[in-house]
């Protein structure tokens, strides 16, 4: 199968590394339908995979101050992309994000992928924006992740995050393992599956469980200090309030697709972490 990946970034790369001769990662700047167009005319790709966003830096409060910039990538920009698949009636499968999730479902249990979302950031209503349009197009599937954690080190990588942390706020969230959402949207891709994805490993973790893995694996002299979620505004570590959130995917299933528990697959990724 011939995947046409649109960004360059952290995990389109990382989708790219492991796909190999299938794939066409694409550095180039789209802005316009005819951007779009004229790259699936060059690559005549089976299916697309959107990786392309803004995500802010050092973090996403950035976005709060740079709205425009923020819904030009994560709103405009995947509309914009999908607007050519559908002209070309090429599957596409984009990347959307859990954190338009905060705190509990209204029906108490895990958010899934037919709950609404409740979005308060600038990035996540941005992103969330994107979800409303495109999960209405044939021909298009969402896959939301969380927190990614992966056994490679980087910037945007969760262990990396926590690590350099020297405050860190013991909450619960679902996560997603990096080594199993790329096997993740190949099936997707080759699937063509359409709908809304929820791309977590099942079940939930706490912050100071991951830590306590780090400590064993990786570095037993690790040290940081805990604080609770209001001292994190409080003392200006973020401008808002972060999304923890826990969720499932009740539509995987439908297309026979499985992740590992987060116990079982976070263990194996520290590990390999360390090597």
Not at 60 to 69: G, K, P, R, Y
Not at 151 to 158: D, I, Q, R, V
């Amino acid at each position: 199968m011939k995947i046409l990946i649109i960004g360059k970034g952290y995990l389109g790369t990382r989708c790219a590394e492991s796909w190999g001769d299938e794939v066409i990662l694409s550095d180039k700047i789209v802005k316009t339908v005819e951007d779009v167009e004229a790259l699936l005319a060059e690559h005549q790709p089976e299916a697309v995979l959107n990786a392309a966003g803004i995500v802010g830096k050092p973090n996403v409060d950035w976005c709060e101050t740079h709205q425009l910039e923020t819904i030009e990538g994560n709103t405009i920009l995947p509309i914009t992309i999908a607007q050519a698949c559908q002209n070309k009636n090429v599957y596409l499968l984009h990347m959307g994000t859990g954190c338009i999730f905060y705190g509990s479902s209204p029906h108490g249990g895990p958010w899934t992928e037919d709950d609404y979302g409740n979005p308060v950031a600038v990035y996540t209503r941005a992103k969330y924006a994107a979800d409303l349009i495109l999960a209405t197009l044939p021909n298009v599937g969402i896959a939301r992740i969380r927190m990614p954690i992966d056994y490679k080190s980087h910037p945007a990588n969760l262990i990396d995050k926590l690590a350099r942390y020297p405050k860190i706020v013991d909450v619960e969230n679902s996560v997603t393992i990096v080594e199993d959402m790329i096997a993740v949207f190949h099936q997707l891709l080759e699937k063509k599956a359409t709908g809304i994805f929820h791309v977590t490993n099942p079940g939930s973790i706490k912050h100071q469980e991951i830590i306590e893995l780090y400590e064993k694996y990786v570095d037993a002299s690790h040290h940081n200090e805990w604080i609770s979620e209001e001292d994190l505004v409080k003392i200006g570590l973020a401008d808002k309030k972060r999304s923890n959130n826990i969720m499932t995917s009740k539509n995987l299933a439908k297309y026979g697709i499985t992740m590992r528990p987060i116990l079982e697959a976070l263990e194996d990724t520290m590990k390999k972490y360390k090597k």
